[in-house]
């Protein structure tokens, strides 16, 4: 059987998606057919190469390479903010949705660059399961590390792919090893590489005993063409190849690295596949995994641990606010992820935080450049709301009832520091503004320290990037001219008032506030000052945060 180019049976645009009557049971037949996944992966591993790969299986877009601005294909849709050209980067993050053998798949798109972790963090709030994207020569690197420590944390199912094997890689059960040891989490592959680099002839199905085996179409322009081999057809072609595929599948099968669902659910175990996102090898197995295997939506816990039932009226949570996404327009837009109920737009909902209705007239999905209006969203997908300046991120909204709360989304642990100031005074108020819409929006979080007053906010960030970030948005955004003192300080710790004044007093040390929830954090300029002072003390409170509790 061939699943070339001329095969879109099993995908259907968004377009065809009916609508639903909003009935309980509509509505969990809704959520049944959702997939919500990332991608998390090391840079250049091939994040936005397997987006594209992904939504061309679902002729989200015509040829590969309009998704993402990069190298020769930057401006293409991304260029609504002039940094991101100038730094080749991709900041904004949204949706990608299309329908493939009838199931609704949701891919949240993360910031490419390590510095904007912290966004890549929220989005994982967001997600059901996630695709750990890993490059064959590189096997695991930093940011996929630390990002798996994330979906650990947070428990949610990882789906490996190990990309790039068009080119010359590492030994598959070398790779397979070092997620074992590494991470704890145990592969159980479900394909196995036939070949690799410029010999890389296909796929064995470990489940059917098949090959599946890729011819490339040029330029990778369409989905990959494939035939279904029997193992006597594929050893008659692939002789040697094929043969040393086997041996290590044999061997595969006697240590007992076989799917487990529950396993993979419960993110102990986690489904390997292999591939070549540039040419879309493997892609469709990819998809093929999320479908059969990957969970749909479940109910959420509230913030009080209740989970709220799938069918219940509309609820959600906003995980990405972006403004300024069309400078034309000047507008914000909040990505809500859909938690229960049926979304229509047009429909009031209330914002939990204030109590305060908020019309939802302006509905749109969001990917990229694009955006189509979005009528109806069920749980697991995600809704932008336009002109939501009075959402931030982490706020929880709800059509009708009781008040519905998710919980928090956490804040990461900052490691690098500065204090910023206007340098033009009669601006103060629009600073104060435009420092206030920042930190709603999680592109750094802002701290007050007693030392340095109003004047002089303190921005923490992640990533240093963030701060370029920040200028460069209040100066084109505000008008605000501003200039940054870096501080001395590398690592924060969650404190509590009654150790304030003695880490105040300490040298190198000081405590601030963190001005989006309270929380009062003691900075230090290294590990080492933060040990000689616990030694010192060792009854003051000095808690990791977020990023580095997981790590
Ligand atoms: P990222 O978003 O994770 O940062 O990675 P991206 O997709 O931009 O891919 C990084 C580089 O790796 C790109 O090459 C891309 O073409 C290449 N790549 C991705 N998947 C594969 C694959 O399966 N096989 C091979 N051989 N290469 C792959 P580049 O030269 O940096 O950019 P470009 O000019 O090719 O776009």
């Not at 979906?151 to 070092?178: A, M, Q, S, Y």
């Not at 992640?462 to 200028?471: D, N, S, Y």
């Amino acid at each position: 059987m061939s699943a070339g180019p001329d095969a879109p049976r099993e995908v259907r645009t968004r377009g065809d998606v009916t609508r639903g009557d909003g009935t309980p049971g509509d509505v969990r037949a809704e959520a049944a057919r959702r997939r919500t996944f990332a991608v998390i992966s090391h840079p250049d591993a091939g994040k936005s190469t397997i987006t594209e790969a992904l939504a061309l299986h679902a002729r989200a877009i015509t040829q590969a390479g309009a998704v993402h601005g990069k190298g020769e294909r930057r401006g293409v849709v991304s260029d609504w903010m002039a940094l991101e050209q100038q730094r080749g980067i991709s900041i904004t993050s949204a949706a990608l949705q299309f329908t493939y053998r009838d199931t609704v798949v949701n891919l949240l798109d993360t910031p490419g660059h390590a510095d904007f972790s912290e966004d890549t963090y929220r989005v994982l709030t967001a997600v059901d399961c996630a695709v750990m994207l890993l490059d064959a020569a590189k096997g695991l690197e930093p940011q996929t590390l630390k990002l798996f420590e994330v979906c650990r944390h947070r428990r949610v199912p990882v789906i490996t792919f190990i990309n790039k094997w068009d080119r010359p890689g590492r030994e598959p059960l070398e790779l397979l090893d070092e997620i074992e040891q590494r991470i704890g989490l145990r592969p159980t592959p479900l394909t196995w590489p036939v070949g690799m680099a410029g010999q890389f002839h296909g796929v064995a199905d470990r489940r059917t005993g098949a090959m599946v085996a890729f011819t490339r179409t040029p330029g990778g322009t369409t989905a990959v063409i494939e035939d279904q081999l029997t193992a006597e057809q594929a050893a008659t072609r692939y002789g040697p190849d094929w043969t040393r595929a086997w041996e290590e599948l044999e061997l595969l099968a006697a240590t007992g690295a076989d799917h487990d669902q529950a396993g993979f659910a419960s993110a102990a175990s986690t489904p390997v596949l292999f591939g070549a996102a540039v040419t879309n090898a493997g892609v469709r197995q990819l998809l093929d995994v999320l479908v059969d295997n990957a969970p749909a939506p479940t109910a959420r816990p509230d913030a009080t641990g209740t989970p709220r039932a799938l069918d219940t009226p509309f609820s959600g949570f906003v995980f990405k606010t972006q403004a300024n996404m069309n400078p034309a327009h000047r507008d914000q837009v909040a990505f809500v992820r859909v938690c229960s109920g049926r979304f229509e737009r047009g429909m009031v909902v209330t914002h939990a935080g204030t109590g305060r209705p908020f019309a939802t007239k302006y509905a749109q999905q969001v990917f990229g450049r694009d955006r189509d209006t979005l009528d109806e969203a069920y749980p697991g997908d995600v809704v932008g709301l336009v002109n939501a300046t009075a959402l931030g991120i982490g706020d929880s909204l709800y059509a009708t009832g009781p008040t519905v709360r998710f919980p928090p989304l956490p804040s990461f642990a900052p490691e690098h520091f500065v204090a910023i100031r206007s340098t033009d005074s009669s601006k103060f108020k629009r600073f104060r503004r435009g420092i206030e819409q920042l930190d709603g929006e999680g592109v750094v979080q802002v701290l007050r320290s007693d030392r340095r007053g109003e004047q002089s906010p303190v921005l923490a960030a992640v990533g240093p990037m963030q701060f370029e970030v920040a200028t460069h948005r209040l100066a084109t955004e505000f008008g605000v001219p501003t200039a940054v003192d870096h501080l001395p300080y590398g690592l924060a710790r969650r404190t509590d008032p009654a150790c304030v004044a003695a880490l105040n007093a300490a040298p190198g040390v000081e405590v601030m506030t963190r001005v989006r929830d309270g929380a009062l954090l003691a900075l230090f300029p290294d590990k080492w000052r933060l040990s000689t002072v616990r030694s010192r003390d060792p009854d003051l409170v000095l808690e990791p945060l977020l990023a580095e509790a997981a790590g």
